[in-house]
């Protein structure tokens, strides 16, 4: 945290020029207001690399960045204890998240009620503490609090088959990767409403032969499925629906699976069963539809500027994700950027695009980062202080510095 604010004050953008967040698409560096009123502005450039050589993606490593600037410029108590060693950087970063989005005068006041015990409370704990002291302070700001918290609501739906491997041949013919984990931060009222509705139907499960002899953890899992498909089929009560229709890209490659009775799903990079497939075939609903089948290794081109749809499927389905190092957007939201400018001669062609989210595109067209073509699908990436990374498929990988000094990946 101390080496992160330091990298913050190397990089404040003096003058105010376009202050941005990172999703908007103009031109060169900008000045990036990271955290409150009261806090330098640091520049985008600086933030990406930051992320990168830490080994986050650019999200993550901006909330880190965010949270040490938080911490040194705005919260100078908990600060202090950050630099004497005797609060866990951790702990520290709760408050600072809450913090953020307050004004100097409330965050400032948060700092002197909680530095003192930050250390001797649980998480969960300190959170409360603090938002009770910041609505304390100015009883108006209950209500401002609570509208903040709305930023900090998600869903996400992570099918990364590292999260969770189930032996072939699993309960219901689950294989590798055949899984998704599913994690929310909700409003109470929501979640408590989520809670009755699963439990509802988990328990409705132990009616059916096909799930009653399921653990109350897979059937409240199974649940979750029901209410999907409640909602996209219009069978659920008072619910709209607008069609079920889920993409699956089947990948089978005779080097690696012909023996396996196995299949490999584009859209999760997992496996799963020939068997999973036929009951997800079977479910109510449901129509199997064939698609024209892409040859990876195949060079399309075309004269024009723009791929045809053709190709970016085809490109989408060799890099899978952004090709930036530690960045996990899909391809399929992704741009397709020209590895060789267009206007420099470069095709629209297999070879020469790549997907690249449009945060890192700017970052390549206009912040100095520069990449090479590998092989299909990887890629060497330089940044502007002459770091290397390699990505592909199975991740990124750190190698260095162009002076042959390793960066690290720690703060």
Known sequence: MILAAKHAAANVVETVGEAAVLEVDTYGDRAVMLTGAGAPMISEAAVIEFAAVLGYSTYTGRKYLADAVELAWRLPFTWARILDGTLAGWRARRVAEITRHLDPEVAG??????????????????????????????????????????????????????????????????AAGATAEVTATLDVADALDFEAAVATIAHGLLDHDATADLSLDARRAAALGILGRAY????????????????????????????????????????????????????????????????????????????????????????????????????????????????????????NLTCLCRRHHRAKTHLGWTYERLAAGRYRWRSPNGYLFLTGPDGTVDVGSIGGVAPGRAA
Do not use: M
Request: with cysteine; net charge negative; glycine share 8%.
């Open 232 to 351: 996209t089929s219009g069978t659920g009560d008072g619910l709209p629906g607008n069609g079920r229709v889920i993409d699956l890209k089947i990948h089978t490659d005779t080097r690696d699976l012909a023996t396996t009775g196995l299949v490999r799903i584009g859209n999760t990079r997992g496996l799963a069963t020939i068997e999973q497939l036929d009951r997800w075939a079977s479910l109510p609903g449901v129509v199997v539809r064939p698609t024209v089948v892409i040859d990876l290794n195949e060079e399309i081109s075309t004269e024009a500027y723009a791929p045809t749809r053709r190709l970016r499927t085809q490109v989408e389905l060799i890099d899978r994700t952004c090709a930036f190092p530690d960045c996990n957007v899909k391809a399929e939201h992704c741009d397709l950027d020209h590895r060789i400018p267009y206007d420099q001669g470069g095709r629209t062609t297999t070879s």
């Open 109 to 174: 006041w948060v700092d002197t009620q909680v530095a003192a015990h930050a250390h001797r409370i649980g998480p969960a704990q300190l959170e409360r503490t603090v938002k009770e002291a910041a609505a304390l302070f100015e009883p108006d700001l209950t209500a401002a609090i609570a509208e903040e918290a709305v930023d900090y609501r998600r869903c996400d739906v992570e099918t990364d088959p590292s999260l969770f491997l189930p032996s072939v041949g699993a309960e219901q013919g689950q």
